[in-house]
């Protein structure tokens, strides 16, 4: 049976236990990316959260909601998604009618479910694989992202890193689409000094 890909990446537990905290961020008052549950996510030099734009860059968290202000009443909204140009004004620092997403507060000790669009094999484990950036669906608000093992390798600075298969009856590792534990490799935290670097 064919597997059904991951609706981007979704936090599984936190390396050494403990729980997934998540915390607010935001988002760029002229956003006009989508900012899916299950994206990755980029933060820009102004300290805002940003849709990640290549899928062979850094990822700073992952989003998993956001709250933005009703262009028609006003209202604040909490929803599974950031819909595209979701525009506010502020000169402030933290406006009430900001835009925000969720994200995961500790990405990089957090392990996450994710597919991958080829089949792979056991040798591909613990290599680090770039994300294909297919766009979420406006009716279930959740991601479209993926892994592709295109180019995967030890490079220190290719965004993710896949440890394992997730072993369960929906899925069949041997398959395109298996759905594997991952974790950031590339992120806030320099890969050139971090664990996580490929070996």
């Known amino acids: 049976m064919a597997n059904v890909a ?3 990446f979704s936090p599984l537990r936190r390396l050494g236990g403990g729980s997934i905290t998540y915390k607010r961020g935001r988002v760029l008052t002229n956003n006009t990316t989508a900012i899916f549950k ?19 860059t850094f990822t700073a968290s992952v989003a998993w ?3 933005y202000q009703s262009a028609t009443t006003g209202q604040m909204i ?3 998604y950031l819909p595209a140009a ?4 502020s000169t402030g620092v933290a ?9 995961v507060e500790d990405p990089i000790d957090t392990l996450f479910e994710a597919s991958v669009t080829q089949a792979i094999a056991l ?9 294909t950036l297919t766009a979420g669906s406006t009716t279930t608000g959740l991601s479209g992202h ?32 298996a759905h594997v534990e991952c974790q950031v490799n590339a992120g806030m935290t320099e890969p050139a000094i971090s664990l996580l670097v490929g070996t």
């Open 86 to 89: 979701t525009l506010y004004t």
């Open 38 to 56: 299950g994206d990755a996510v980029v933060i820009t030099a102004t300290g805002d959260y940003v849709a990640q734009s290549t899928g062979t």
């Open 65 to 67: 909601g956001a709250l």
């Open 146 to 177: 993926v892994l592709t093992s295109a180019g995967a390798n030890t490079t220190a600075t290719i965004p993710w890193r896949v440890r394992d298969f997730i072993i369960r009856a929906d899925v069949d590792p041997d398959l395109a689409n």
């Open 78 to 80: 909490a929803g599974k």
């Open 95 to 103: 406006p009430a009618n900001m835009s925000q997403i969720y994200v």
């Open 6 to 8: 991951c609706k981007g």
């Open 123 to 131: 040798t591909d484990l613990n290599l680090n694989f770039a994300i």
